[in-house]
């Protein structure tokens, strides 16, 4: 079924999150906010819930925690025990404050560049990625929300979008269902 | 205004009685010469030594750095056990003095630590913090009679009423070829001009900045402002040398033979810590009884952030320091490290449980930042972290093998815990809670992250 939204534009910031909020009392269903830059608190003027990416990348560093302190005591201790420079490799703690710096540096590693692919893969961003903007304006100057029109009468929304500071409103009919 | 309850008056002052009951015991109980230590040993029973015979093996390391005490005698078997009375019965007599400095130095970092931190909010024109002002000025008001008490102490031991320093002996000086070549920095006289124009300024700089910041809570202009941000700067310039060169003086010379690049940064870290935890402790404190109804969970949260960063720093140059140490494995500095793994070994791995394992694990999550009752418990664990820093830092270059903590150091603990809540809430009620007229307390009182 082809649905039916409104493309409100706005060109101010701060008349966006006000009409964010007024839309939002109103119950209507705020699709999507396109914006040049990031707008403080606008999710949580939409309502929008927490990321959870620090926690990912939380656990994301206990994996390279673990990936460093099995390795190298398979390496160090397990495998081929040398002595090197009298250092003791009769287990792996009494050689430990040899390897912190890469057990650290791949608690880091970890953390980091799999959050970055976390982000990647829920944001749906990749290169060749066919750029999803309903409006160049919005990478530049100007604010764009979506609002499902639903069963609401159009007219009414309209006027109620105009009011809240709109500067452009269109009627858009989205061909692919979602 | 903050006036002084009553019954807040009476706890401190109920700890400083307990607390200098509990120091005046450590210096009864001290035994006087080698014949009451051996009976002291005896009494003790067969278990106890046993296990002393074993401990005697094991700080051979610790006797051989320690032998300058001794004259640098040679261990033969017939003396051999006078001069180990001897030694214990010098540890024994430093202990309750080791006790004392080390509380008396704990508290005083504190308000340290927190007159340097006021010092960067000033000069970095900090926005968020200017709310928090006046409770800061109120811990640094400790510093002058903490500042006092350590001058009284340094003096006592510079001029070898007791056996703190082993460099202020001259017998012990007679007879070290490493200890006269540093006999140009290390005597009593050069450690105590030094502390007199360390403590002098710091005093200064608290001084006027207490003063300008009352100023400026009568005029409309920002010309005490100004003032403020100049001495402020000036100070941090000033303090980062100076607290470096303290550091060497009233912490590292307790080990005279050993030397480390960095420890004065590693004592700056150690000392913010605490001084941020005290901060948010006595503001979420304060807060509770409704004195600070402009601070918001936003500036709890700062100070939770401080504190971790800072946690994590200190863990840095802790780490820094023994790793480097422990890699190259030179005698002359490995023996810093050997005698606290072997005869410290619970507090010095405990307090790295401590001091990074528990404030990382508490105090990561955002939200738990926010939660006072987890900034408060973090909080101790971390005092307690890093009195027994201090503890180590002390302990082993004057008790030994003799440490414990017992009724000296629980007596002097109490004793400056009951002066410093003391002095810093009696310092709380001389001005009103916020600040007037700084050009930031708006956006601070309006800060939200």
């Given at each position: 079924?082809?649905?039916?939204?409104?493309?409100?534009?706005?060109?101010?910031?701060?008349?966006?999150?006000?009409?964010?909020?007024?839309?939002?009392?109103?119950?209507?269903?705020?699709?999507?906010?396109?914006?040049?830059?990031?707008?403080?608190?606008?999710?949580?003027?939409?309502?929008?819930?927490?990321?959870?990416i620090?926690?990912t990348?939380?656990?994301y560093?206990?994996?390279?925690?673990?990936?460093?302190?099995?390795?190298?005591?398979?390496?160090?201790?397990?495998?081929?025990?040398?002595?090197?420079?009298?250092?003791?490799?009769?287990?792996?703690?009494?050689?430990?404050?040899?390897?912190?710096?890469?057990?650290?540096?791949?608690?880091?590693?970890f953390?980091a560049h799999l959050m970055v692919i976390t982000f990647y893969m829920r944001s749906?961003l990749w290169?060749?990625?066919?750029?999803?903007?309903?409006?160049?304006?919005?990478?530049?100057?100007?604010?764009?929300?979506?609002?499902?029109?639903?069963?609401?009468?159009?007219?009414?929304?309209?006027?109620?979008?105009?009011?809240?500071?709109?500067?452009?409103?269109?009627?858009?009919?989205?061909?692919?269902?979602? | 205004?903050?006036?002084?309850?009553?019954?807040?008056?009476?706890?401190?002052?109920?700890?400083?009685?307990?607390?200098?009951?509990?120091?005046?015991?450590?210096?009864?109980?001290?035994?006087?010469?080698?014949?009451?230590?051996?009976?002291?040993?005896?009494?003790?029973?067969?278990?106890?030594?046993?296990?002393?015979?074993?401990?005697?093996?094991?700080?051979?390391?610790?006797?051989?750095?320690?032998?300058?005490?001794?004259?640098?005698?040679?261990?033969?078997?017939?003396?051999?056990?006078?001069?180990?009375?001897?030694?214990?019965?010098?540890?024994?007599?430093?202990?309750?003095?080791?006790?004392?400095?080390?509380?008396?130095?704990?508290?005083?970092?504190?308000?340290?630590?927190?007159?340097?931190?006021?010092?960067?909010?000033?000069?970095?024109?900090?926005?968020?913090?200017?709310?928090?002002?006046?409770?800061?000025?109120?811990?640094?008001?400790?510093?002058?009679?903490?500042?006092?008490?350590?001058?009284?102490?340094?003096?006592?031991?510079?001029?070898?009423?007791?056996?703190?320093?082993?460099?202020?002996?001259?017998?012990?000086?007679?007879?070290?070829?490493?200890?006269?070549?540093?006999?140009?920095?290390?005597?009593?006289?050069?450690?105590?001009?030094?502390?007199?124009?360390?403590?002098?300024?710091?005093?200064?700089?608290?001084?006027?900045?207490?003063?300008?910041?009352?100023?400026?809570?009568?005029?409309?202009?920002?010309?005490?402002?100004?003032?403020?941000?100049?001495?402020?700067?000036?100070?941090?310039?000033?303090?980062?040398?100076?607290?470096?060169?303290?550091?060497?003086?009233?912490?590292?010379?307790?080990?005279?033979?050993?030397?480390?690049?960095?420890?004065?940064?590693?004592?700056?870290?150690?000392?913010?810590?605490?001084?941020?935890?005290?901060?948010?402790?006595?503001?979420?404190?304060?807060?509770?009884?409704?004195?600070?109804?402009?601070?918001?969970?936003?500036?709890?949260?700062?100070?939770?952030?401080?504190?971790?960063?800072?946690?994590?720093?200190?863990?840095?140059?802790?780490?820094?320091?023994?790793?480097?140490?422990?890699?190259?494995?030179?005698?002359?500095?490995?023996?810093?490290?050997?005698?606290?793994?072997?005869?410290?070994?619970?507090?010095?791995?405990?307090?790295?449980?401590?001091?990074?394992?528990?404030?990382?694990?508490?105090?990561?999550?955002?939200?738990?930042?926010?939660?006072?009752?987890?900034?408060?418990?973090?909080?101790?664990?971390?005092?307690?972290?890093?009195?027994?820093?201090?503890?180590?830092?002390?302990?082993?270059?004057?008790?030994?093998?003799?440490?414990?903590?017992?009724?000296?150091?629980?007596?002097?603990?109490?004793?400056?815990?009951?002066?410093?809540?003391?002095?810093?809430?009696?310092?709380?009620?001389?001005?009103?809670?916020?600040?007037?007229?700084?050009?930031?307390?708006?956006?601070?009182?309006?800060?939200?992250?």
């Open positions: 079924m082809a649905s039916k939204v409104i493309h409100a534009i706005y060109t101010d910031d701060d008349i966006l999150m006000q009409a964010v909020k007024q839309v939002r009392s109103e119950h209507y269903h705020i699709d999507e906010v396109y914006t040049p830059f990031p707008v403080h608190g606008l999710d949580k003027a939409m309502g929008l819930a927490d990321t959870r620090a926690i990348s939380f656990l560093g206990l994996v390279g925690l673990t990936v460093a302190t099995v390795m190298m005591n398979y390496i160090m201790i397990q495998d081929w025990p040398q002595d090197i420079g009298g250092k003791p490799s009769f287990s792996y703690i009494e050689n430990m404050p040899a390897f912190v710096p890469i057990m650290f540096e791949m608690t880091v590693f953390a749906k290169p060749f990625k066919k750029a999803e903007n309903p409006d160049v304006r919005t990478t530049d100057d100007h604010f764009l929300m979506v609002v499902d029109t639903g069963n609401h009468d159009i007219e009414k929304l309209s006027k109620f979008l105009h009011d809240t500071g709109a500067l452009e409103i269109s009627l858009i009919e989205n061909e692919e269902d979602h | 205004m903050y006036t002084l309850p009553n019954k807040l008056k009476l706890f401190a002052i109920i700890f400083m009685v307990v607390g200098a009951l509990g120091i005046l015991t450590g210096f009864l109980t001290t035994p006087g010469s080698t014949a009451e230590v051996k009976e002291m040993m005896a009494s003790h029973g067969d278990g106890h030594g046993e296990t002393h015979s074993v401990a005697a093996v094991d700080t051979d390391e610790s006797h051989a750095v320690n032998a300058e005490h001794n004259g640098g005698h040679d261990e033969n078997a017939a003396d051999s056990e006078e001069e180990h009375l001897k030694h214990t019965l010098h540890q024994m007599q430093n202990r309750p003095w080791s006790a004392l400095y080390i509380a008396a130095f704990f508290f005083f970092m504190i308000a340290l630590g927190t007159l340097a931190f006021y010092a960067i909010q000033w000069a970095s024109q900090a926005g968020w913090s200017p709310v928090l002002y006046r409770v800061m000025e109120a811990i640094t008001a400790y510093l002058v009679p903490g500042g006092i008490i350590m001058f009284v102490l340094l003096a006592l031991s510079g001029f070898h009423i007791n056996h703190l320093f082993v460099w202020a002996d001259p017998d012990v000086v007679a007879h070290d070829k490493l200890l006269q070549g540093k006999a140009g920095w290390l005597n009593g006289t050069a450690v105590l001009i030094r502390a007199a124009i360390f403590l002098g300024g710091w005093m200064l700089y608290r001084h006027f900045a207490v003063k300008f910041s009352r100023k400026s809570d009568e005029t409309t202009d920002n010309k005490w402002f100004k003032k403020s941000f100049k001495i402020s700067a000036g100070f941090l310039v000033f303090f980062i040398y100076t607290e470096s060169i303290m550091s060497w003086d009233w912490l590292m010379s307790f080990d005279p033979h050993w030397f480390s690049t960095l420890f004065g940064w590693y004592v700056f870290a150690g000392m913010m810590v605490c001084a941020f935890t005290v901060i948010a402790m006595i503001t979420i404190y304060l807060k509770s009884k409704g004195y600070l109804e402009f601070v918001n969970n936003s500036h709890i949260h700062d100070m939770g952030k401080w504190m971790f960063a800072f946690s994590i720093f200190w863990t840095y140059l802790w780490f820094s320091q023994f790793m480097l140490i422990w890699y190259a494995n030179i005698p002359e500095e490995v023996t810093y490290f050997v005698t606290r793994i072997e005869d410290f070994k619970l507090p010095f791995f405990g307090m790295l449980a401590m001091n990074f394992v528990f404030p990382v694990l508490l105090l990561m999550n955002s939200d738990y930042k926010r939660v006072n009752w987890f900034v408060i418990l973090t909080g101790i664990v971390i005092l307690a972290g890093h009195y027994i820093d201090v503890y180590l830092m002390v302990t082993p270059g004057t008790v030994g093998t003799s440490w414990y903590i017992g009724i000296p150091e629980i007596g002097s603990l109490l004793f400056f815990f009951g002066l410093f809540v003391f002095v810093v809430f009696s310092a709380l009620t001389k001005a009103p809670l916020l600040v007037k007229n700084n050009p930031f307390v708006k956006e601070s009182k309006n800060y939200h992250y």
